[in-house]
């Protein structure tokens, strides 16, 4: 049956295949022109963006599992407006406009948010087997989201930087502004309670409860995910500082 649940050998088998197909992708693209990385980057992209817009159909169509939870598509709930989907949007963007804080966004915000969903999922995405058609929708387009994310920097789109950090809290702040205004103009115009970037409340989301039980306020709970971002993407800039100084090292 192949169940998923946070943290179970489906769950770390599913990361594992994520994990490969960065490295292969990586290895048969390593010597390619930078036109042929584009355009293998931006042809996944495509192909998320085509992949996602089923997977929303499944779910307008429906099935058991999700039913059980209570679960009801709603058009205005369903847009491409949260914290990782809404790179299906931006990153293609950048790598057409070749912008670096796009690109930024694709490697630290979406690639962590993509993970971060797919680790405290909200019902109906756990506890089913991962074969079922809305979770190879749910799971199969945020894993896109994190491969995407890294190629960036595998493919020598984005080099990480320190710099990047401060850039990225800005725009989060802007994306999350932008997000709590929609959820209100969709709730004034059409009495649907959209929630995109979780601004209004956790939504039943684990880590996120967790943040509402120190700071149960709708928007600013959420600066405990600013806090997580902050020391997430220090330790990526570390990372690679370390191992550019021992590569410089070896090459000495």
Do not use: Q
């Not at 489906?10 to 584009?38: C, D, H, M, P, Q």
């Not at 996944?44 to 679960?71: E, H, M």
């Amino acid at each position: 049956m192949l169940i998923i649940n946070p943290f179970n050998l489906v769950y770390f088998g599913y990361l594992a295949l994520n994990v490969l197909l960065i490295i292969i992708i990586t290895l048969l693209l390593k010597n390619k022109s930078e036109k042929t990385k584009y355009n293998v980057l931006m042809s996944i992209c495509l192909f998320n963006v085509v992949f996602w817009i089923i997977y929303k159909v499944v779910l307008f169509i429906g099935n058991k599992d999700l039913a059980s939870t209570g679960y009801e598509f709603n058009f205005w709930r369903e847009l491409p407006f949260h914290l990782c989907n809404i790179s299906l949007i931006l990153v293609p963007i950048g790598l057409a406009l070749r912008k670096k804080w796009l690109y930024a966004y694709g490697f630290y915000v979406a690639v962590l948010g993509a993970f971060m969903a797919v680790s405290f999922p909200s019902l109906g995405f756990y506890n089913t087997s991962i074969l079922g058609l809305h979770n190879i929708g749910f799971y199969g387009t945020h894993g896109l989201i994190i491969v995407v994310g890294i190629l960036l920097v595998t493919l020598g789109f984005l080099k990480p930087s320190f710099e990047d950090i401060p850039l990225l809290v800005g725009v989060l702040l802007v994306l999350a502004v932008f997000a709590y205004d929609l959820n209100n103009i969709i709730l004034v115009l059409t009495h649907t309670k959209a929630n995109y970037f979780y601004v209004i409340e956790p939504e039943g989301i684990s880590i996120l409860e967790l943040f509402w039980k120190f700071l149960p306020i709708e928007f600013f709970y959420l600066i405990f995910g600013i806090f997580i971002l902050v020391i997430y993407s220090t330790i990526i800039n570390v990372s690679f500082l370390v191992s550019e100084k021992i590569k410089e090292k070896i090459h000495e």
